[in-house]
């Protein structure tokens, strides 16, 4: 619940440990869980935020992009809130709402923050956005196999250190005290730019460098560490190309990914030495949440965008 861009309440219930035993989210279990969860949690954060039903004044959801099957079960309760409340319902989209997560403040002030180069790095999304104002973003960059995150997750899943790999990687990484990481390969991409991604050749190299080695706890840390290491070089330099090639002199990023410490303090280097001025979110507002949801939302809603009950959902957006 936010008012005014002020959080009054956050609630996240995460579907995440019925997924572990797969290494990944299973669509099924995830809408399954959403349909017997979202009542309670939406309560919560009523009841918590201190607010009556009456003083609710829009119902902001995501419409897209992401699993048809998790993002209906949001949509269609949105609208009955919508329906029940007479108060009107906006469509979000959940990328825009990851690159905006870093600006909620106290206050809300994006507008004087354009242009800004966005990116969000999660489990199912990794782009480079130009972002000119709310309802002026133009994709720059994207990965052309997996998602950051989600190389994180397949590259824990192959060491059987279970899902989210995220977390898991970067505690081994932590743990790493040697001086000789593994030189995994970091895919540039030259042509178009070199602002896209691609993560399958370092999974790969992980995979061939787990099946010839001892498999021991050290061994565990120096190839989370030395797969973070290539990870946040690859990411800090197309965030500096971006730069770039954009010319734009603030960024913003955003996503499950940006969790990562290493990754943070990569990102806030390169900026420091170019000069640049970067948000970053919280930790608390990386991963997938409400609050950022209803921000922008509420955002779009004060300048004029309106969706109706018309509204679906879609798996792809930009
Ligand atoms: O944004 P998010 O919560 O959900 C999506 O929209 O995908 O991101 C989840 C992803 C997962 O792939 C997870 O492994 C990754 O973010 N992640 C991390 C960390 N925490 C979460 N990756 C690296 N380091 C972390 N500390
Ligand atoms: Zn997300």
């Known amino acids: 619940v936010v008012r005014d861009a002020k959080v009054l309440s956050q609630e996240v219930s995460s579907s995440v440990h019925l997924h572990s035993d797969y290494g990944g989210v299973v669509p099924e279990i995830a809408s399954r869980f959403h349909t017997e969860y979202i009542y309670p949690v939406v309560r919560k954060a009523i009841d918590d935020a201190g607010v009556k039903k009456g003083e ?3 119902v902001a959801v995501t419409s897209g992009p992401g699993l048809p099957g998790s993002l209906l079960v949001g949509l269609s309760f949105a609208k009955a809130v919508s329906l029940a409340l ?8 959940h990328l825009k709402a990851h690159m905006i997560s870093c600006f909620i403040r106290p206050l809300f002030e994006i507008d004087d923050k354009f242009p800004f180069v966005g990116m969000v790095a999660s ?3 990794t782009g480079l956005y130009r972002c000119d104002g709310l309802d ?3 994709s720059i960059g994207r990965t052309r196999d997996d998602a950051v995150g989600e190389a994180f997750d397949k590259v824990a899943k192959i060491m059987g250190l279970g899902y989210p790999g995220g977390p898991r990687v970067e505690k081994r990484a932590n743990r790493y005290k040697g001086t000789s990481p593994i030189d995994f390969p970091r895919a540039m991409l030259k042509g178009d730019k070199g602002l896209d991604f691609s ?3 370092i999974k790969t190299a992980v995979l061939y460098y787990w099946k010839g080695c001892d498999k021991s706890e050290s061994e565990i840390d120096r190839i989370c560490y030395s797969f973070q290491k290539a990870v946040t070089e690859i990411i800090v330099e197309k965030l500096r190309r971006a730069m770039v090639f954009s010319g734009c002199r603030r960024l913003a990023v955003g996503g499950g990914v940006v969790e990562n410490a290493a990754i943070r303090s990569g990102i806030e280097d390169m900026c420091e030495k170019n000069g640049y ?3 970053l979110p919280s930790r608390k507002l990386c991963g997938d ?3 950022m949801v209803a921000a922008l939302g509420e955002a779009l809603f004060l300048r004029g965008v309106r969706s109706d009950l018309t509204l679906n959902v879609s798996a792809v957006m930009n």
């Open 56 to 58: 609710i004044e829009l």
């Open 86 to 93: 007479g108060v009107p319902i906006i469509g979000v989209n």
């Open 123 to 125: 489990g199912g999304h």
């Open 136 to 138: 002026k973003w133009e």
């Open 199 to 201: 993560f399958s050749g």
């Open 277 to 279: 001025i970067f948000f």
């Open 289 to 291: 949440n409400a609050v």
